[in-house]
């Protein structure tokens, strides 16, 4: 019995660190991506979702502030705009999130 409840402590950790972490916040943008070029507006609508744990955990950065917490609002506001046919600005809706996931990598790699 102590054995299963170490694989299952295993997944649930595993799991925390996709969903929080840089896979989380990669998929999400990755699913709305796609959610653009394919003409799918609850593709976008999913990556707000799957985006909305890795800025809970940038908000706890006090050089952001509590902005970051509307990052998800932008990719609302992409498959908005998805839903419109207007890709032009479902892709820049999309913008802050992608320098915003670039942004943290670079402080990631020049601090390391």
Not at 47 to 67: E, R, V
């Amino acid at each position: 019995m102590r054995r299963r409840d170490c694989w299952h402590e295993m997944i649930i950790d595993t799991l925390i660190i996709l969903l929080f972490g840089y896979p989380g916040a990669i998929l999400s943008l990755l699913v709305s991506a796609i959610g653009i070029i394919k003409d799918k507006y609850w593709l976008p609508l999913i990556g707000a979702l799957l985006f909305m744990p890795f800025t809970y955990y940038l908000n706890g950065s006090p050089a952001l502030g509590g902005i970051v917490m509307l990052l998800p609002l932008f990719q609302i506001g992409s498959a908005a705009a998805v839903f419109r046919k207007k890709r032009t600005l479902a892709w820049l809706l999309l913008m802050p999130a992608i320098f915003t996931v670039l942004w943290v990598i670079g402080v990631v790699i020049v601090y390391s």
